[in-house]
């Protein structure tokens, strides 16, 4: 087990860059299945590359159990990585790739054979330990790298986009063999790094999103940390709200009409919606804020929450549900997407009235950051 520290990490590549990581400040408890994800390029790979050793840190400390890691060499830190590519040797049997590092750390032959055996067991690779890599699927050779660094034993386990070279249907199966993999072995940490938010939700007991940033002083920094509910419900800034979530959240541009600590009045389209936030700290009148709804928390029809009639544009039949594609039918052409059952069908350039009930709706101010809520949803 290892508790890693992160204390105000940052990187840079070449005096004048900017910073890849911005001031990373965070806290992988012993156990626990931390996912670093985020946008192409806002530094999740190299975040991870520094865990490994394998990235020199520019400031900052990095901490396992306490103990200063900066200058220790990748084969003292008691990581094991699997990487995007499976970097199998080709003309090894599934065993001897699994074998060949502790091979290598003169590692005693029955005591190989029996972590061999044990990783393949845990893997359901007992029966290919005999094959080559060309005899096997993309989803075994990815096993094959799991086991690996399995064998190891390692104190912290990394993951840098295993997944991303597999088809959808091995990546959902290997997906659910990883994440049985960390309570077989629960002891380990693991960091996993994947831009697929679809990942993170699925595995991650905690996940640290991080910002790519329209503005220059954003990029490499954290947007939030939390478990995959929090970050759902109760996101901390726009950007978080757009990216966590699929399809992405509407949001929806306005001003605000007037607010308290216990709901907003917020003038969208030239409707007027109700919002169950705190928004003391906005002033009323103030233009360029946002209201925020996720497309399965819209209701069609009659019942809680304001009306908001709309025009379908086109819809997206994916069996259970459906995608309706709508624009406001009144005021500024606002669009939104909202997620219905499957039978419900309505045909383009039908008149139909949302519903958006405050406890569901999220507002943002002109700066993007996120007002508390006043319902708490599950986290």
């Known amino acids: 087990m290892s508790l890693i520290d992160f204390k105000q990490v940052c990187k840079r590549y070449a005096p004048g860059l900017p910073l890849t990581i911005k001031n990373a400040d965070l806290t992988v408890e012993k156990g626990e299945f931390c996912v670093f994800v985020g946008p192409s390029g806002c530094g999740k790979s190299t975040l991870l590359r520094m ?36 970097a199998l040797y080709p003309h090894m049997t599934v065993a001897k790739n699994m074998a060949f590092g502790l091979k290598v750390a ?60 597999l088809d959808a249907a091995l990546r959902a199966q290997t997906r659910l063999e990883i994440a049985k993999l960390h309570h077989d072995v629960g002891s ?15 595995l991650a007991s905690k996940i640290v999103l991080l910002h790519t940033g329209k503005l220059i002083e954003e990029r490499g920094s954290i947007a939030q940390i939390g478990t995959p509910m929090a970050l759902y419900h109760r996101p901390a800034s726009l950007f978080v709200a757009e990216f966590i979530g699929s399809p992405k959240m509407n949001i929806l541009p306005g001003k605000l009409l007037q607010g308290d600590a216990n709901h907003a009045e917020v003038e969208v389209a030239g409707q007027r919606i109700t919002a169950a936030v705190d928004a003391s700290a906005i002033a009323a009148g103030a233009t360029g804020v946002h209201l925020g709804i996720r497309p399965e928390h819209i209701h069609i ?52 009235t949302l519903r958006l009930r405050p406890a569901h709706l999220h507002l943002f101010d002109a700066a993007g950051v996120a007002c508390h809520r006043t319902v708490e949803l599950p986290t």
């Open 301 to 352: 029809g009659e019942g809680e929450g304001a009306p908001f009639p709309v025009t379908v544009l086109h819809v997206e039949r994916l069996g259970d549900v459906s995608l309706l594609y709508v624009q406001a039918s009144v005021g500024a052409p606002v669009g939104l997407t909202v997620r219905v059952e499957g039978s419900v069908r309505p045909e383009p350039g039908t008149a139909i």
């Open 106 to 165: 003169n590692v005693a032959a029955d005591e190989i054979e029996r972590k061999v055996r044990q990783a393949a067991d845990i893997l359901q690779l007992t029966p290919l330990l005999d094959r080559l890599p060309k005899a096997l699927s993309g989803g075994q050779r990815q096993r094959v790298a799991i086991g690996r660094a399995i064998v190891k034993e390692p104190k912290v386990f990394l993951f840098d986009e295993p997944l991303s070279n």
């Open 188 to 202: 380990a940490s693991m960091i996993y790094v994947t831009h697929d938010q679809v990942e993170a939700m699925t």
């Open 51 to 86: 865990v490994a050793g394998l990235e020199d840190i520019t400031s900052g400390e990095l901490l396992f159990d306490g103990e200063r890691m900066n200058d220790v060499p990748p084969a003292q830190r008691g990581v094991a990585m699997v990487f995007q590519s499976y």
